[in-house]
């Protein structure tokens, strides 16, 4: 299988557990950014099952504690690209843990829904 998660070089895990692995993402949007991937190929994150959710889950606290100890942000923001549409480019289900800095950007708030030119206005 062409997969680059599939295939990926297990001496740049940053942790691991049964369900997945963890690895610093190649393009951060900030520090630290790392990606959470379950080591079974499959595309959607509603493919996954109740166990790998859990795991996945589980091996992202581990990352944070990672993340907290060698970069100390002041927050995160948690994401999963879900189809073409959805901002998915690699076919194969990864999440994103993205620290947040004090400053990275001007006006935090509203987190993701800063993503696009809102629907409707939201002041938080």
Not at 42 to 62: P, Q, R
Request: hydrophobic share 30%; aromatic share 12%.
């Amino acid at each position: 299988m062409d997969c680059l998660f599939c295939n990926y070089d297990k001496t740049k895990y940053i942790a691991e557990n049964t369900y997945g692995f963890a690895i610093y993402d190649q393009f951060p949007v900030n520090k630290g950014h790392a990606l959470i991937i379950p080591n079974r190929h499959f595309e959607s994150y509603f493919e996954a099952t109740h166990e790998e959710i859990t795991g996945l889950y589980a091996l992202m606290n581990d990352v944070k504690e990672i993340i907290d100890e060698e970069f100390s942000p002041d927050g995160y923001n948690i994401g999963v690209n879900v189809g073409e549409c959805g901002g998915q480019t690699i076919m194969h289900l990864h999440m994103h843990l993205i620290p947040r800095y004090k400053g990275d950007v001007e006006n935090p708030r509203g987190g993701v829904r800063k993503l696009k030119k809102e629907l409707v206005p939201y002041d938080g």
